[in-house]
């Protein structure tokens, strides 16, 4: 029921999913007004054959306070499809509502996984050289040291999990103002001792800048809430004035529409590279939750859909507690340096 368009875009983006994970067993719990939603699954005889509707009248606002969704959230929409996961009737959860009250619900509800401390939203950012994993781009306003190597190991796993091989070795950046060790703010510049003497077993490649991102000089760029969003939405508009100013000099005359004639594939293929990512995964929780934009379409919805179902069904969990362990480690001894200087 969330997003700018509710059922009619997401039940399409479930018959495109469907199609697009064609071979793999996937069936999907529908929550929300079933009269609306049967009607549209009438038009898409996939998605009704693949899914059962879960009926609830309420609906968790888009614009309701996380506290104020908490409050009043037991049996939403979204309270159902997360409830779904911990009462093991649903593997993962995606939504196009309200993100803070998505947040505020998942993580009351599935709780962090062992060890973390907060989670991370991350999103997947088309470069030079494919994709990028930019995290965190909103939860965490800010973050200590331990919080942004936290993030650098869930971003490594998210990264194998939905991008990568089966011999996945991802590199790993920091977003910092310069490249040299000096550069950035204190925490930064511990949570990038951690990582290079930690004996986390991460392929830390070191402090990257902005323009690192689009480059795709690492798989996986780890920075906080407040300035992973403000990258993101910086990095999206830019997109679209892109794309509105090649529309416009590409029909500014004859001689050019003609040549876009000839170049429609390739403009094509450019426009949906520079489209926004379809969802960002909540890393951390004990269970899959994926947070698609409320102005999603059913493509980019169903890429979404996509996204949990391969985060769902990795070894995801697995890879993150072993370097858990590991950071722990690093932690105590980092802490114990300092008692022994002191």
């Not at 004996?199 to 690492?218: M, W």
């Not at 969003?229 to 090649?246: C, D, H, I, Q």
């Not at 995964?281 to 999603?296: C, D, I, Q, W």
Request: net charge neutral; charged share 20%.
């Amino acid at each position: 029921m969330g997003g700018d368009f509710g059922p009619p875009v997401i039940v399409h983006g479930v018959e495109l999913a469907l199609k697009r994970m064609s071979g793999r067993e996937v069936r999907f719990l529908l929550h929300g007004d079933e009269t609306r939603i049967a009607a549209e699954l009438a038009k898409y005889p996939a998605a009704k054959a693949a899914s059962q509707i879960r009926h609830t009248a309420q609906v968790i606002a888009g614009d309701e306070k996380p506290a104020q969704a908490l409050r009043r959230g037991k049996g939403s929409s979204m309270w159902n499809a997360v409830e779904a996961i911990r009462a093991g009737e649903a593997d993962a959860a995606v939504s196009s509502g309200n993100t803070g009250a998505l947040m505020a619900i998942s993580k009351l509800i599935l709780r962090m996984a062992g060890g973390l401390e907060r989670p991370a939203i991350v999103a997947s950012w088309p470069t030079l050289r494919g994709i990028t994993a930019l995290l965190d781009v909103g939860a965490n306003i800010e973050c200590d040291a331990a919080q942004l190597v936290e993030f650098a190991i869930m971003g490594e796993a998210f990264y194998c999990a939905v991008h990568g091989g089966p011999d996945c070795h991802p590199t790993v950046g920091l977003l910092n103002v310069g490249s040299e060790d000096q550069k950035g703010h204190e925490e930064v510049r511990e949570a990038h001792r951690l990582l290079r003497e930690g004996q986390i077993e991460l392929n830390y490649h070191g402090f990257v800048e902005g323009n690192d991102i689009a480059k795709g000089t690492v798989d996986v760029v780890v920075t906080d809430g407040f300035t992973g969003n403000v990258a993101l939405k910086t990095g999206e508009g830019l997109a679209r004035f892109f794309v509105a100013s090649l529309k416009e000099a590409l029909g500014s005359s004859l001689t050019a529409k003609a040549g876009a004639m000839l170049a429609m594939g390739g403009l094509k293929k450019l426009r949906a590279k520079l489209e926004p990512p379809g969802g960002g995964p909540f890393l951390g929780l004990n269970g899959a939750v994926v947070k698609s934009h409320g102005g999603a379409n059913a493509r980019s919805f169903a890429d979404a859909i996509k996204m949990a179902a391969d985060l769902a069904s990795s070894g995801y969990a697995g890879q993150i507690a072993r370097n858990m362990d590991r950071l722990s480690i690093a932690l105590k001894q980092a802490k114990e340096g300092v008692e022994t200087a002191t």
